[in-house]
């Protein structure tokens, strides 16, 4: 079992749609979890973090974390096409805060 | 402020040679970590400095990965006797001193080919 995993995709959502991003773990110890955005080509780029239970929202982004499910989302409302990326989700282990672990990150079309 | 920087942004070699690769962080950023990405995965954990020591060199996949952060700021990754397995883009990321939720930021990575 992966410890961190993501359905590769790709999620295709019209423009103006709730994209919809799930991500699980296996360490229930993990603490702070993130959510990176990447574009072709380019490197990882921090959108949201989160590491207690419950929503955290930041302009069109919602991040939820429901540790007793070992279970991270990502809600993105009124997609634009300048979403379309793939999201990585990664999580701080158990141990330490000395790496992320990453999942192999979820492609999101969205078509005008 | 300028965000985390690394050179060169592609490196091509032949199998069996040595390359390095560097990376200056964030200013004021005292926690450094390698990553490696292959292509359609997320990065894989390296190595993490905490300042000038190595505190977790747990990813290094084996002893022909070397790294090193001698002044607590800029880091080079020492790849010796490179092997085509090894081409992958490089990410180099930092993280300030003091953070409850230790988010780190990237660089915008070295793409490396072996031949």
């Known amino acids: 079992q992966k410890e961190v995993e993501q359905n590769s995709g790709p999620l295709s959502v019209p423009e103006g749609a709730i994209a919809s991003l799930n991500c699980t773990y296996s360490?229930?110890?993990?603490?702070?979890f993130f959510w990176y955005r990447q574009y072709s080509g380019k490197s990882p780029e921090l959108i949201m973090f989160?590491?207690?239970?419950g929503d955290k929202e930041d302009g069109r982004f919602t991040a939820q974390l429901n540790k007793a499910s070992q279970y991270v989302s990502l809600l993105i409302r009124d997609s634009q096409p300048s979403d379309s990326a793939t999201y990585l989700c990664?999580?701080?282990?158990?141990?330490?805060?000395?790496?992320?672990?990453f999942g192999a990150g979820t492609r999101l079309a969205v078509h005008p | 402020g300028a965000g985390v920087s690394q050179t060169p942004s592609n490196k091509v070699t032949e199998k069996g040679k040595y390359v390095e690769l560097r990376c200056d962080p964030i200013?004021?950023?005292?926690?450094l970590y390698w990553y490696r990405q292959s292509l359609g995965q997320g990065p894989e954990f390296l190595i993490y400095?905490?300042?000038?020591?190595?505190?977790?060199d747990s990813g290094l996949p084996n002893d022909r990965f070397f790294a090193v952060r001698p002044e607590g700021s800029v880091s080079t990754l020492k790849i010796q006797r490179t092997e085509r397995g090894d081409s992958a883009v490089y990410l180099c990321?930092?993280?300030?001193?003091?953070?409850?939720?230790?988010?780190?930021?990237f660089g915008p990575g070295t793409r490396l080919t072996v031949t």
């Open positions: 990321a930092s993280r300030p001193a003091a953070t409850r939720t230790h988010e780190q930021y």
């Open positions: 360490d229930r110890g993990s603490q702070s």
């Open positions: 989160i590491y207690s239970n």
């Open positions: 990664a999580v701080n282990p158990s141990g330490g805060y000395n790496k992320l672990i």
């Open positions: 200013s004021g950023h005292t926690a």
């Open positions: 400095f905490q300042g000038t020591g190595a505190a977790d």
